[in-house]
């Protein structure tokens, strides 16, 4: 077998020493024995030693296996992501859904947005309309004024040519709107005069409706001048 191999070797060599030792022991000690016994001496210590190495020896124990090393310092790190526990799967989860309801919370509001932004438009669009058609009313409402006013004044300035006592006869006889509009646009001293000489009752229901249509028309004027200048302001 491969380790008896070794042993063997061994025991050769230990035997060649030893028929060496022998020789060299046999010349010291007996310096004059011939050669053929000292070959003969050599011989049985050869013989004895090769039976003393014939006997079988026990064998050695195998080598033990050798341990293997342990690796100090931190564990090797693996390839490839951490496994994810539970905790941080549920954790993942609601943010992905706060994600999500965040998404559709900007998306409502833009969506908001868009509207009120188109809406806004169409409210400025019709404001400039109701704008122009205001100035195009108002045109034509004054152009109706002014030709109203024109017919007007040509009957006012006839009574202001006549003398007081003529036009209060007139003026007795006519209906209050007709007088009211007269009386109105005549400047104050004439219509002053015309009035002193009208008869009394009538001249007292004509300056009730004069003012009360004054205050009416200014307490009229009042919002439609604050209505303009909010619409001409934006």
């Known amino acids: ?5 070794p042993a063997t070797i061994a025991a050769l060599g230990g035997l060649l020493l030893l028929k060496c030792g022998v020789l060299l022991q046999v010349l010291v000690t007996h310096g004059a024995i011939p050669d053929n016994a000292m070959v003969a001496a050599a011989n049985a210590a050869s013989t004895e030693q090769t039976k003393e190495n014939a006997k079988p020896h026990a064998e050695s124990p195998p080598p033990a296996p050798a341990k293997a090393a342990v690796p100090t310092g931190p564990p090797p790190k693996l390839d490839g992501p951490p ?5 941080e799967k549920a954790l993942l989860q609601e943010l992905r859904q706060r994600r ?10 833009t969506a908001r947005e868009s509207v009120q932004i188109a809406t806004e438009q169409k409210l400025t669009t019709r404001v400039d309309e109701l704008q122009a058609l205001q100035k195009k009313l108002e045109t034509l409402d004054a152009a109706q004024k002014q030709k109203e006013d024109a017919g007007w004044q040509g009957l006012v300035k006839l009574y202001e040519t006549m003398k007081p006592k003529e036009a209060a006869t007139i003026f007795n006889d006519l209906s209050m709107p007709v007088l009211l509009q007269i009386l109105d646009r005549m400047k104050d001293a004439k219509a002053a005069s015309i009035m002193a000489a009208m008869t009394p009752d009538k001249a007292r ?6 003012a009360q249509m004054r205050t009416g028309r200014d307490a009229v004027g009042a919002p439609i001048a604050g209505l303009k200048n909010n619409l001409s302001g934006g």
């Open 205 to 210: 229901d004509v300056t009730g409706e004069l």
């Open 1 to 5: 077998m491969p380790r008896l191999l």
């Open 100 to 109: 999500q309801n965040l998404d559709q919370r900007a998306d409502a509001i």
């Open 83 to 87: 496994p994810v526990s539970d905790s």
